[in-house]
């Protein structure tokens, strides 16, 4: 069958894209071999298809590079916020463990009495106090008192001991027994040493009452009214 040129060049676009017919594409193809025209239109489409597809090409590329410039731009907006989160959390925790550590060391905790493993009187006439292992101490009192009870005076020492909540927690007070000393040379008139609690100091010294003036004065405790506060450590 014989086609004219307007209705092959019609046809062309489904020829070119190989979805027309059987049977049309042999006359088309028939008209092609016959016609420069028509192979020229032809022609046409396969050079626009060529110049699409670089175009295409192009394109693609154009958005990968774009995509690529915002991953990267995303990645150093996130990399920044980041190292300064870091930063700061690092600046936080410090500044939380130092206020921590400078509260810690201001909070005084009571040491119970089974923690003091013994008062010993060495041959220097010297006093000290050892602690259990792993058992330590950061601040001690100790005096010379008078213990009056039930009408008995009796010369004592009084001490009581605390320890810091930090250096409670990392272990590092006084718990080496040779450098506790209450005293470096024990008055030969004392009688016994006793422990009070640092919670119940307060307590005892209460009960405490001065007698007598300058060389002669004396720290009198009324033991009957701390029953059970003073624990007897050591004694002649
Ligand atoms: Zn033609």
């Known amino acids: 069958m014989k086609m004219p040129c307007y209705l092959v060049q019609d046809l062309l676009p489904l020829y070119h894209d190989g979805v027309c017919g059987e049977q049309t594409a042999a006359d088309v193809r028939e008209h092609l071999d016959g016609c420069e025209n028509c192979r020229a239109a032809l022609g046409g489409m396969d050079a626009d298809t060529g110049a699409e597809t670089q175009l295409q090409a192009e394109k693609a590329q154009a ?7 915002v991953r990267s731009d995303l990645r150093r907006k996130r990399v920044l916020p980041a ?3 870091g930063l700061a959390a690092v ?4 500044a939380a463990v130092l206020g921590f550590r400078k509260y810690a060391m201001g909070v005084q905790l009571t040491i119970p009495t089974e923690d003091i493993a013994a008062v010993t009187l060495e041959e220097d006439n010297s006093l000290r106090v050892t602690m259990q292992d792993g058992k330590c101490w950061t601040g001690l009192t100790a005096s ?3 213990l009056r009870t039930g009408g008995e005076e009796k010369e004592i020492v009084l001490f009581t ?5 930090w250096s409670s927690l990392f272990q590092d007070g006084w718990s080496d027994g040779e450098e506790a000393m209450l005293f470096n040379d024990l008055l030969d008139g004392t009688e016994a040493v006793c422990y009070v609690r640092w919670d119940e100091w307060e307590q005892v010294n209460a009960a405490t009452k001065t007698e007598g003036e300058g ?3 004396r720290d009198i405790i009324d033991g009957d009214a701390v029953p059970g506060l003073l624990h007897t450590m050591w004694q002649r």
Do not use: F, I, M, W
Request: charged fraction near 10%.
């Open 91 to 94: 600046v936080v925790l410090a």
């Open 144 to 146: 010379y008192r008078t």
């Open 215 to 217: 060389a002669a004065a």
């Open 161 to 165: 001991l605390y320890v810091d909540l």
């Open 63 to 69: 958005s990968a590079a774009a995509l690529h410039k």
């Open 83 to 85: 190292l300064l989160v």
